[in-house]
């Protein structure tokens, strides 16, 4: 099975999980934040719950580096197409 | 040397099998699938970022179209699901086969692989009757695929305000809403059934032990992979 580790507290990850989700409809419906700044805010909180599944749920924080590998190789390729298409509207 | 026994030479060379990369073969094939399906997901997000920000008219605003509260409550119910899954996995990892049983000195009863495995379940067949739900309504009030159909609910709304309704851009939202949630539907659907499929000839029987738990840990992969789509998924199309 998985290397032997700590087990985290699912419980707390949970918790985060849920504020974060709170935070987000709180900031995109109830905030007076200007639009690009309320984009970048989103995303940021959307990547830091992504980050917490993967890590924690996923236990890819303590698995082998190989393993780890197989699954952030695709990521630095999924930014660049994201980055690419958005240029569409920068230029 | 005859033609199969050349083609035997080939299949099999001379240096034997690596070891691999120390973890078992279901487990490295999901891992493989789930960076597949990431460039899956990231196309599909490509095209509705080149959708909405290509076109010059406005998009619809959040929460004019779509029901965002009931999607709320939907994501937390994904991510309930992906909690009870995780506990799953620990309790099968501890040996604890049963569906609950009383721990001296605490009011609660401790949850064995039986009972989160169904609360997993629970949530996740939750999850789909809710989307259910929600298209059901959405295209009842007008907002199909194609855009807001002719004398619909929405389709009278933009009439009078077409910048908050996307009035010129429901086509292309609609094509990419229902794209775009209609395949985390259909993966959320197959984790439900395989999960279903598992529970009745694995679980119940008590397959697995605290030794050998593999088809745990990996439909356990796939399930917080859906639900890490969809976390990502709420933000763009709903909150954005």
């Not at chain 2, 599909?44 to 920000?53: C, E, K, M, Q, T």
């Not at chain 2, 495995?117 to 809710?130: R, Y």
Request: aromatic share 16%; charged share 10%.
């Amino acid at each position: 099975m998985t290397t032997e580790h700590v087990r985290p507290n699912y419980i707390l990850i949970w918790v985060y999980l849920f504020v974060l989700t709170v935070i987000e409809v709180a900031a995109a419906f109830l905030s007076h934040i200007p639009k690009h700044w309320l984009i970048l805010i989103l995303v940021f909180l959307a990547v830091w719950k992504a980050f917490l599944v993967a890590l924690y749920f996923m236990h890819l924080k303590f698995e082998r580096w190989r393993l780890r590998a197989i699954f952030m190789v695709p990521i630095p390729l999924a930014i660049i197409l994201v980055l690419a298409v958005i240029t569409e509207k920068i230029w | 040397m005859t033609h199969a026994t050349a083609t035997a030479d080939v299949m099999h060379p001379p240096v034997p099998a690596e070891p691999g990369s120390g973890v078992y073969s279901n487990k490295l094939g999901m891992w493989v699938f789930l960076a597949s399906d990431v460039m899956f997901f990231t196309a599909l997000i490509g095209s509705y970022i080149i959708l909405r920000f290509g076109v010059p008219e406005a998009w619809a605003a959040p929460g004019a179209v779509l029901n965002v509260p009931l999607t709320a409550f939907n994501t937390f119910l994904l991510i309930c699901s992906s909690v009870s899954m995780v506990k799953a996995y620990a309790a099968i990892a501890d040996g604890k086969k049963y569906f609950l049983r009383a721990v001296p000195g605490k009011l609660l009863r401790d949850g064995g692989l039986k009972f989160w495995m169904l609360v997993t379940i629970i949530c996740g067949a939750m999850f789909v009757g809710v989307q259910v739900f929600e298209y059901i309504k959405l295209i009842g009030h007008g907002f199909t695929p194609a855009g807001f159909r002719e004398g619909s609910t929405l389709a009278e709304h933009a009439a009078t305000d077409a910048v908050r309704y996307g009035a010129t851009t429901a086509g292309l939202y609609g094509s990419s809403f229902f794209t775009m949630t209609g395949f985390h539907g259909f993966h959320v659907t197959c984790g439900v059934v395989s999960m279903l499929y598992l529970y009745f000839t694995k679980v119940l029987p008590e397959k697995y032990s605290a030794q050998d738990y593999r088809g745990i840990e990996t439909i356990g992969l796939y399930w917080h992979f859906v639900d890490l789509v969809w976390i990502i998924l709420f933000t763009i199309v709903y909150l954005i």
